[in-house]
T-cell receptor, first 109, second 116 residues
């Protein structure tokens, strides 16, 4: 059974701070990793994908991957109240995505 | 920007009835998926579909479920005899015809299914 683990939170940060979200996965053979943002009552929105060890930056977002430790993280710089949402880590298998339960992020003004 | 669309946004049905959830994937995408999310729980994979056949399905996707691509644009999920525990948000997703191993999946807005 493939597992994706995330701290459910909430993670509370003040506006302008860096938010750090973490995820671990069980399937050592996994190759593709994704971060989705989900606002309450809405669908998952893809914000980052990462396939290689190291960092990948896109605007205020940085995804980090360490396959040896089976660990994926997402950093959000200059956090804004509009970033308040649940962040879902997803790991791709043959054709499916296995999701974690998500970490709720609260950014206070 | 192209997006996945789903109809209806909310479906209420009686237990034992059949429902069909509809999706229009992004136009140049060739891989299609259904996921569901029970309230307060994680997003769960149901089925993937490529080249007019099921690629992969989960244990949830039992004989009461079926999928179809009836024409060049629609992708449907049919639940033959709904149960109370089928109440959930159902998300359709699609991905582009690139390297299948890495491709990104884009989700529609979802259909909220309520079984009474």
């Amino acid at each position: 059974q493939k597992e994706v683990e995330q701290n459910s939170g909430p993670l509370s940060v003040p506006e302008g701070a860096i938010a750090s979200l973490n995820c671990t996965y069980s399937d050592r053979g996994s190759q593709s990793f994704f971060w989705y943002r989900q606002y309450s009552g809405k669908s998952p929105e893809l914000i980052m994908s990462i396939y290689s060890n190291g960092d990948k930056e896109d605007g205020r977002f940085t995804a980090q991957l360490n396959k040896a430790s089976q660990y994926v993280s997402l950093l959000i710089r200059d956090s804004q109240p509009s970033d308040s949402a649940t962040y879902l880590c997803a790991v791709k298998g043959y054709s499916t995505l296995t999701f974690g339960k998500g970490t709720m992020l609260l950014v206070s003004p | 920007e192209p997006e996945v669309t789903q109809t209806p946004s909310h479906q209420v049905t009686q237990m034992g009835q059949e429902v069909i959830l509809r999706c229009v994937p992004i136009s140049n995408h060739l891989y299609f998926y259904w996921y569901r999310q029970i309230l307060g729980q994680k997003v769960e994979f149901l089925v993937s579909f490529y080249n007019n056949e099921i690629s992969e399905k989960s244990e949830i996707f039992d004989d009461q479920f079926s999928v179809e691509r009836p024409d060049g644009s629609n992708f449907t999920l049919k639940i033959r005899s709904t149960k109370l525990e089928d109440s959930a948000m159902y998300f359709c997703a699609s991905s582009a015809p690139s390297d299948r191993f890495y491709n990104e999946q884009f989700f529609g807005p979802g259909t909220r299914l309520t079984v009474l």
